[in-house]
């Protein structure tokens, strides 16, 4: 057998020379420029060493904002909406299954009179025939859908999302809520969002109680690009709320958004004095405020629905704004405040940056409280 492995030897010898010369003969990176004169060949070799100088920055990666309301959400779908799945171990909806969904219900803050014509339903056609999870999720999701829809359609999307052909004329947007809701953050990314759809933005900032609500405002405005119209400390609100308007107006901007000082709504002095607010507006323009949207801290609960009567008594609110959605797992309360209210949410926010807010849309929406 020595001839055999003569032979193999052989064979390992002639690949590794073979292997050898390719690396010898791999040629060096050149970059070839189709000229023979030195000075066209300067600023092109400048190019190239600039480029190679340049460091490579992998390209920012774009969130959608469903995905970020799904992120957002995931609180409340690890906590209590996931929880479904755990109601489908055994082959069918048994009373105890169904007694486990009424409460998980109530933990996701859904109104009485909704989880007890949900749970006739569910008992109603369990007796047709057994849900699959994945059956009784398009079931639910029809439900709730059909509680929203109808209050949903009234939002004036126009009023949230610019359109250049549109008559030029100033929308007006006052926002209100209790203290630490959101309303300066919310303005913040609504007037980053406009001014990149390529809105004008004036923001007139009301709350002059506290210098540094205005300064906080201001760092946005900046950011975005938006006027901000500021008064003094402890000046008139509904003054700094007119000149905000009156700027508006002269520079024939597209919106001008309110920024207002936040106050319990059992507060009668305070919610009067907003009330003046809007009502000075009208002295420019009797059809504003064209919105009055009050914005509700997820967490707030079913306690939401007490601020909203109180706002919506002392001013008559368009819409609603719902913040905080990322950090609390109530966020599914929508729902109820929404067919409670009969008030639309015109926006939705899942964080602090200027993409976490967006239109409210009710697929998107129970699609991240509800799918995987
Ligand atoms: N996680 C999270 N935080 C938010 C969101 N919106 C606002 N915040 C935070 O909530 C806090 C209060 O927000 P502000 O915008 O100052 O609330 P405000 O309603 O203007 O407060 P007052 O003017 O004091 O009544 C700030 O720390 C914000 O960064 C959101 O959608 N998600
Ligand atoms: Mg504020």
């Given at each position: 057998m020595d001839w055999l492995y003569i032979i193999v030897q052989g064979l390992v010898i002639i690949y590794a020379i073979y292997v050898f010369r390719k690396i010898l003969k791999r040629p060096k990176k050149t970059h070839v420029i189709s000229t023979d004169k030195d000075d066209e060949l300067k600023p092109q070799l400048q190019e190239i060493l600039k480029a190679e100088a340049t460091p490579v920055v992998a390209p920012k990666k774009e969130i959608s904002f469903k995905d970020r309301l799904k992120l957002g959400l995931s609180r409340s779908r690890s906590e209590v909406w996931g929880k479904l799945t755990n109601l489908f171990s055994g082959p069918a909806l048994t009373e105890d299954t169904i007694d486990s969904l009424e409460e998980l219900l109530y933990s996701a803050d859904i109104g009485t009179a909704t989880v007890a014509e949900l749970i006739e339903e569910v008992k109603k056609k369990a007796k047709d025939g057994n849900f699959t999870e994945e059956s009784f999720k398009t079931f639910l999701f029809d439900f709730l859908k059909g509680k929203m829809e109808p209050v949903q359609e009234k939002v004036d999307h126009s009023l949230y999302q610019f359109d250049?052909?549109?008559?030029?004329k100033t929308k007006v947007i006052m926002v209100v809520g209790v203290n630490g809701a959101g309303k300066t953050t919310t303005i913040g990314k609504l007037a980053t969002k406009l001014r990149g759809q390529g809105a004008s933005v004036v923001v007139g900032a009301?709350?002059?109680?506290?210098a540094a609500a205005v300064d906080q405002l201001q760092v946005w405005c900046d950011r975005a690009g938006a006027t901000m119209i500021r008064a003094k400390e402890g000046a008139n609100p509904s003054g700094v709320g007119y000149d905000a308007l009156q700027a508006a107006i002269n520079q024939n901007a597209d919106y001008c958004i309110l920024d207002t000082a936040g106050r319990l709504h059992t507060k009668e002095n305070l919610m009067d004095e907003l009330a003046k607010s809007k009502n000075v507006l009208a002295k420019l323009?009797?059809?504003?405020?064209h919105q009055i949207l009050l914005v509700i801290d997820a967490i707030t609960g079913q306690n939401a629905l007490r601020q909203a009567e109180e706002f919506h008594k002392t001013l008559g609110l368009t819409g609603l704004i719902f913040t905080k959605?990322?950090?609390?797992?109530?966020?599914?309360s929508a729902v109820t405040i929404v067919e409670q209210l009969k008030l639309p949410i015109a926006y939705i926010g899942v964080g602090e940056t200027a993409e976490d807010l967006d239109v409210f849309n009710i697929d998107d929406y129970l699609h991240a409280l509800l799918d995987n």
């Amino acid at each position: 057998m020595d001839w055999l492995y003569i032979i193999v030897q052989g064979l390992v010898i002639i690949y590794a020379i073979y292997v050898f010369r390719k690396i010898l003969k791999r040629p060096k990176k050149t970059h070839v420029i189709s000229t023979d004169k030195d000075d066209e060949l300067k600023p092109q070799l400048q190019e190239i060493l600039k480029a190679e100088a340049t460091p490579v920055v992998a390209p920012k990666k774009e969130i959608s904002f469903k995905d970020r309301l799904k992120l957002g959400l995931s609180r409340s779908r690890s906590e209590v909406w996931g929880k479904l799945t755990n109601l489908f171990s055994g082959p069918a909806l048994t009373e105890d299954t169904i007694d486990s969904l009424e409460e998980l219900l109530y933990s996701a803050d859904i109104g009485t009179a909704t989880v007890a014509e949900l749970i006739e339903e569910v008992k109603k056609k369990a007796k047709d025939g057994n849900f699959t999870e994945e059956s009784f999720k398009t079931f639910l999701f029809d439900f709730l859908k059909g509680k929203m829809e109808p209050v949903q359609e009234k939002v004036d999307h126009s009023l949230y999302q610019f359109d250049k052909s549109a008559e030029k004329k100033t929308k007006v947007i006052m926002v209100v809520g209790v203290n630490g809701a959101g309303k300066t953050t919310t303005i913040g990314k609504l007037a980053t969002k406009l001014r990149g759809q390529g809105a004008s933005v004036v923001v007139g900032a009301c709350d002059t109680f506290r210098a540094a609500a205005v300064d906080q405002l201001q760092v946005w405005c900046d950011r975005a690009g938006a006027t901000m119209i500021r008064a003094k400390e402890g000046a008139n609100p509904s003054g700094v709320g007119y000149d905000a308007l009156q700027a508006a107006i002269n520079q024939n901007a597209d919106y001008c958004i309110l920024d207002t000082a936040g106050r319990l709504h059992t507060k009668e002095n305070l919610m009067d004095e907003l009330a003046k607010s809007k009502n000075v507006l009208a002295k420019l323009d009797p059809t504003a405020p064209h919105q009055i949207l009050l914005v509700i801290d997820a967490i707030t609960g079913q306690n939401a629905l007490r601020q909203a009567e109180e706002f919506h008594k002392t001013l008559g609110l368009t819409g609603l704004i719902f913040t905080k959605c990322d950090g609390s797992s109530k966020a599914g309360s929508a729902v109820t405040i929404v067919e409670q209210l009969k008030l639309p949410i015109a926006y939705i926010g899942v964080g602090e940056t200027a993409e976490d807010l967006d239109v409210f849309n009710i697929d998107d929406y129970l699609h991240a409280l509800l799918d995987n």
